[in-house]
């Protein structure tokens, strides 16, 4: 069974532009969580998506948004990028949302913005 | 509220001897916990889970981790380390009243000395 699958692998952005993000859970996953990952602070939760509903949003600006479409893949959108959003982003999917249902992750999108 | 502490932020070790990484959590309400962990330029990996079942959880890899409620305390051990788990491993908690919403650890960045 394939894993969480993440594109792009690389992305490299200037100030104020935006970006998308994209994330293909495992089959028959239908719960996606977005974490951004730096070196000062960790992993942190921007929010998670089933059904094609945002259950839970974690503490990050308006610019970060998300969407999860019929099939269950999502992406993550970041607009106005600046500085500080350089950092990688992770999907997880689990096969629904619950405390007991263990995230698969994938590899990750590392954004570097110039 | 709930949290999780990581005690150590690097630990050494010689191939062949235990591996102790320690973690404490702060929980109002029954926790699961998890350990994950990441190899350089990688996602996040499962070990093992702990959801109110056995208190002493084994994973992959030969780790195995105690839920110790006295404590407030979830150390992951391994008899003898492996030159392949030199890694970053985060302990993670997560309960029933945060919906899906997993609170990361900062990091154990193991290193395995030959």
């Known amino acids: 069974k394939a894993g969480v699958t993440q594109t792009p692998r690389y992305l490299i952005k200037t100030r104020g532009q935006q970006v998308t993000l994209s994330c293909s859970p495992i089959s028959g996953h239908r719960s996606v969580s977005w974490y951004q990952q730096t070196p000062g602070q960790g992993l942190q939760f921007l929010f998670e998506y089933f059904s094609e509903t945002q259950r839970n949003k974690g503490n990050f600006p308006g610019r970060f948004s998300g969407r999860q479409f019929s099939n269950s893949r999502s992406e993550m959108n970041v607009s106005t990028l600046e500085l500080g959003d350089s950092a990688l982003y992770l999907c997880?999917?689990?096969?629904?949302?619950?405390?007991?249902?263990?995230?698969?992750f994938g590899d990750g999108t590392r954004l570097s913005i110039l | 509220a709930q949290s999780v502490t990581q005690l150590d932020s690097h630990v050494s070790v010689s191939e062949g001897t235990p591996v102790l990484l320690r973690c404490n959590y702060s929980s109002s309400y029954s926790p699961s916990l998890f350990w994950y962990v990441q190899h350089p330029n990688k996602g996040l990996q499962l070990l093992l889970k702990y959801t109110s079942a056995a208190t002493l959880v084994k994973g992959i890899n030969g780790f195995e981790a105690e839920f110790k409620k006295s404590e407030t305390s979830f150390h992951l051990t391994k008899p003898s380390a492996h030159m392949s788990d030199a890694a970053e491993y985060f302990c993670?908690?997560?309960?029933?009243?945060?919906?899906?919403?997993?609170?990361f650890g900062t990091g154990t960045s193991l290193t395995v000395i030959p």
């Open positions: 993670v908690v997560s309960q029933s009243n945060t919906g899906n919403q997993f609170y």
């Open positions: 997880a999917s689990s096969l629904a949302p619950g405390v007991y249902q263990p995230q698969h």
